[in-house]
């Protein structure tokens, strides 16, 4: 079974930091394309990050310069650490796996940027 549980959302204020992460099971991430999407209401759902098995790394122009995708093979880990939080960025965070038949999405963590 594949399970990816993720991390580290919470309420955090303007301005603020946060580093998300995903920990996987039954499937091993060192392979795969990783992604990070999120989802607030009333909104699309928007692919945020994406860094691929090889190392590259892509983000949605509404946070480049913000987020920093990153993985640890050794721990079966996908990161998204976020700075510079705005309210725009309040939504509820998934964590993606893209395998080779199937794809796998986490539960999701809320991510809310409020003074």
């Known amino acids: 079974q594949v399970q990816l549980v993720e991390s580290g959302g919470g309420l955090v204020q303007p301005g603020g930091s946060l580093r998300l992460s995903c920990a996987a099971s039954g499937i091993t991430f060192s392979i795969y394309s990783m992604e990070w999407y999120r989802q607030a209401p009333g909104k699309q759902r928007e692919l945020v990050a994406t860094?691929?098995?090889?190392?590259?790394?892509n983000y949605a122009d509404s946070v480049k310069g913000r987020f920093t995708i990153s993985r640890d093979s050794a721990k079966n880990t996908v990161s998204l650490q976020i700075d510079s939080l705005t309210p725009g960025d309040t939504a509820v965070y998934y964590c993606?796996?893209?395998?080779?038949?199937?794809?796998?999405w986490g539960q999701g963590t809320q991510v809310t940027v409020s003074s």
């Open positions: 860094i691929t098995s090889g190392g590259n790394t």
């Open positions: 993606v796996v893209r395998g080779f038949v199937s794809t796998y």
